[in-house]
């Protein structure tokens, strides 16, 4: 598992460390392991590191004492190192007189930067570290700008990028890797900052932060998290799902929702709505029942609102006044955006919530009862959309996007780290909450059914739309789900 701190936590770690240590340790620590991350690049691209091109872009403090550190360690294996410093005056001393030892370039001058910038085999940004706010200043914007051939390895994070949220506020350098020290920052895991983060690599540095409230799970997590039957188990011990979804309209919501919760390790499916006809001619195996979800029998969780069109709204009420978990998603969202929090006021079970922006600020809106909030600013600040709407109806939130978070009304995030953007296709999210739904049914907790299934479905969509990628649907989602169960479970 991935764990991500805030600056604030990771600076309290990295001074309980510092005050056990000679001077300039962490530092040290943190130069060596960049450089060899380096090194390894070269040697990858150039077969060596001795003649090769390497730019250093220095901006002030410790994030550009790394760089520079760095740079003076690859300029004694032989590269020709210029440093570019693009705030003189307040350049890391020791670091800079480290790379006039090994013989390094240093400039202040923007056209002989860039002109290294453009032709360097790799770039080291070191421009602005984690404490940084506010996207690059206007002396660093240019490097964003200009054309250049090798390789940007961030230093610890992305220059540009807020370290505690990933929101990129202005203009942000993009890496090709990003080595961060001592521990993840959230804002490499989430998007858009993951997005500008390129293949992230951990160096250790000896911290000691504590327990993380953002993470991200790995396949021994989701292994060790998926429902496996025993040897006395039957379909009712394994758990059952109820999903009402469809309508006269979105009929193949139904079937969508049904073949995700099919593969999500409950033991049987029970479909109540409309479409009840074409489910069962699809799916043989589901249990039908006429009418809501009021007289379906026993389940163990309920998948409400998919494609649920008119009948949502009855369909919600009485889902929401059992006594199992719910997971509420498409039309069953718009309904509870308008009846607001105090609608899961009484429950005793857990909720959990999948809305993608748009109808997260529908629920924002019902919640505080003002204009609904812009789905793209939202989008851009998912953690914080995804904690406050957790907050704010007391409910897991399983928030989709480009990176999918989850989050509990504790403040525990978990961040997706699978997906393809092929799985922006007309019902994948049917799917979701049918998996979702069945992993509920099948005795997760909500945080590990909305984050296995999220890890799941994103390893199903890149099965599905294959290499390098192609158009794919959500049923073929759907079916690619059994393969990718199996790849994670296996060691």
């Not at 040697?43 to 590191?49: A, K, L």
């Not at 079970?349 to 919640?367: F, K």
Request: with cysteine; glycine share 14%; aromatic share 4%.
């Amino acid at each position: 598992m991935r764990h991500a701190h805030p600056v604030e936590t990771v600076r309290a770690a990295e001074a309980e460390l510092m005050a056990r240590l000679p001077e300039g340790t962490l530092m040290q620590r943190a130069a060596v392991g960049l450089a060899a991350t380096c090194a390894r690049l070269l040697t990858g691209r150039r077969g060596r590191v001795y003649g090769s091109r390497v730019t250093v872009l220095a901006g002030s403090g410790d994030n550009g004492g790394d760089a520079l550190y760095a740079g003076a360690a690859l300029a004694r294996r032989g590269a020709r190192v210029t440093a570019v410093l693009l705030v003189p005056e307040k350049a890391h001393p020791g670091g800079l007189a480290a790379l006039r030892a090994a013989r390094g370039r240093v400039t202040v001058e923007q056209e002989v930067g860039l002109a290294d910038f453009s032709r360097a085999d790799l770039v080291l940004d070191g421009i602005v570290g984690i404490g940084g706010r506010g996207g690059l200043r206007p002396a660093a914007e240019p490097y964003v700008r200009a054309a250049r051939r090798g390789a940007v390895v961030a230093v610890d994070l992305p220059s540009g990028v807020d370290a505690d949220t990933g929101e990129v506020p202005g203009v942000a350098l993009r890496a090709d890797v990003t080595v961060c020290f001592g521990t993840y920052k959230p804002g490499l895991l989430i998007d858009p900052g993951a997005s500008y983060a390129g293949a992230v690599q951990l160096v250790g540095i000896g911290l000691e932060p504590p327990a993380a409230e953002v993470t991200a799970l790995q396949h021994a997590d989701v292994a060790a998290l998926l429902p496996v039957p025993g040897a006395e188990s039957d379909k009712y011990r394994r758990g059952v799902v109820g999903v009402a979804a469809g309508s006269a309209t979105y009929p193949g919501a139904a079937l969508l929702a049904v073949a995700g919760a099919l593969h999500g390790g409950a033991g049987a499916v029970r479909y109540v709505g409309t479409a009840a006809e074409e489910v069962v001619r699809r799916f043989p195996e589901v249990l039908v029942t006429e009418g809501g979800p009021a007289g379906a029998g026993r389940v163990q969780a309920w998948v409400v609102g998919p494609g649920g069109g008119e009948g949502a709204r009855q369909a919600l009420a009485e889902a929401l006044a059992s006594d199992v978990p719910v997971l509420v998603d498409a039309d069953g969202l718009t309904e509870l955006g308008r009846l607001g929090p105090d609608a899961l006021a009484g429950r005793t079970a857990p909720t959990l919530l999948t809305p993608h922006t748009g109808e997260a600020a529908r629920l924002l809106a019902g919640a505080g009862g003002g204009t609904p909030p812009a789905a793209d600013h939202l989008a851009a600040a998912r953690l914080a959309t995804a904690r406050r709407l957790a907050a704010a109806y007391r409910a897991t939130v399983l928030l989709k996007g480009s990176t999918t978070v989850v989050a509990d009304p504790g403040g525990a995030v978990r961040v997706n780290p699978t997906g393809t953007s092929w799985l922006a296709t007309a019902g994948s999210g049917d799917v979701l909450a049918g998996l979702a739904g069945s992993l509920l049914a099948a005795g997760l907790a909500p945080l590990d059914a909305a984050s296995a299934a999220a890890y799941l479905h994103g390893l199903a969509g890149r099965e599905a739309a294959g290499e390098p990628g192609a158009p794919t649907t959500a049923l073929a989602v759907a079916g690619a789900l059994p393969a990718v169960w199996r790849a994670v479970r296996t060691p």
